[in-house]
């Protein structure tokens, strides 16, 4: 049953208590609920003089009701409301809750970039969705192993083939190509590899990041080349104009901000870039640039898209109505950070690529450093949150794994290859893939079993848009 939302949807409704509610007819100028179609579920608001709430229920043409599955927010204390007698105003709307994250894959990372997509993600793995196949207990939970790939970069090219990676509504991860002459992509449900054809490629660096847009596309993020290139839904491959490009170092990864905007991640550009939902590229104007100076981006819960700091002294944000604004970070050197994760508490862990400190800023914007088991140069390149509400960083020159749990205990373990990973993808089992940079020996990548006895399959594929189920 898809979630749909439609434009001027309003009645009314008498129901009273806390079960589903009986819908009335349209309200003048308006359209009915039945637009949303039989089976469906909705956002809604129910309102009366002096009682409310928003949530989210399934409308029913029989009868003509919607119930009341999950509340967001209430004034009865974000529980149901035990609605009095009276006409009440029922509305589709769309609640502040299914804005606080994007799409994730801004930082190389997977749904660590979504707080609510993390929530909703969790429930439904913990849970099992309507729809899912039974995954047997065949996984053992925290397994490191390995999956097999067919393109992969040569000795005699540079070090870097594929730079994240990000996964469509299908199903496929795609991985995102750096100095790779062919597209790649994993089916995680039979982990088969095949490769497609890319329109443009000049063999790196071409692209660092990607970012999965409301229509389905899947953008990959400018960094040394002067076109765009992304994917669609269909699989198809297409090329767009940039308005600002670099030959190199221009932007590391990318944002996904709650108007639809991407958002490019400024490394070493004087201005920023964003590509709109309708497809319109335009730049704007920043507050502190320097060399290396961001790599990864972050949505925060109420709408701004952090940088990460990788050079920068300052760290760097745009809101949700576009202001650009920098602050004090707590600790800085250079190569610091690659990527961020936002964790279940809305905290946003920076990703540890040659900082000695872990750094995380708070939902309330408090900026602190944590102390990290293992630290290397460039050690890690982007974070994955798993379902279990674990941050993993993705191993680059580590020879071990590390990750954050939900109380802040910072552990390590083994890892098969140590080749080195730039961005990792959660898939609807709750696997952690690491995207493979390079690996010309075993043509593997790296994988971690989080959450054995998990469904998977069409009933847990993620929307094209704010990562929910």
Known sequence: MPLILKNRVKSTTTTTGTGTITLGAAAAGYQSFAIIGNGNETYYVIKSATQ????????????????????????????????????????????????AGGVPYGDDSAVGTD???????????????????????????????????IFTTTPSLPYIGYAGGVLAPNGDIHYVPYTAQRGQKINYLTETASTYALIYTVGGPDYYGGVLAPNG???????????????????????????????????YGGVLA?????????????????????????????????????????????????????????????????????????????????GGVISPNGDIHFVPASARVGQKLSISGVLSTYSLVYTAGTAYAGGVLAPNGDIHFVPFAANRGQKVSTTGVVSTYSLVSTSGSIGGVVVPNGNIYFIPSADWVTRTGQKISTNPGAPLGPGICLSPFLNKF
């Open 258 to 338: 709650p108007n639809g905007d991407i958002h490019f991640v400024p490394g070493s550009v004087p201005v920023g870039q964003k590509v709109s939902a309708a497809g319109v590229v335009s730049t704007y104007s920043l507050v502190y640039t320097t060399t290396f100076a961001y790599a990864g981006g972050v949505l925060a819960p109420n709408g701004d898209v952090h940088f990460i700091p990788y050079g920068a002294r300052v760290g760097q944000k745009v809101s949700a109505a576009g202001t650009v604004s920098t602050y004090s970070l707590a600790y800085t050197v250079a190569n610091a950070y690659t």
């Open 52 to 99: 409310w709430e928003v949530g989210k229920g399934t409308y029913t043409s029989s009868g003509t009701t919607l119930s009341r599955a999950q509340v967001f927010g209430s004034s009865n204390s974000g529980a149901l409301v035990d609605f009095a007698a009276g006409t009440k105003d029922v509305l589709c709307a769309y609640p502040a809750a299914a804005t």
């Open 115 to 149: 707080l609510s997509g993390w929530q909703a993600f969790s429930t439904a793995l913990n849970n099992g969705v309507v729809g899912g196949q039974t995954f047997g207990n065949n996984n053992t939970n925290g397994v490191v192993s390995t999956y097999n790939q």
């Open 217 to 251: 596309d899947i953008h990959f993020i400018p960094w040394g080349v002067p076109v765009g290139q992304k994917v669609n839904a269909s699989g198809v491959v297409s090329t767009y104009s940039l308005v600002y490009t670099v030959p190199n170092y221009g932007y």
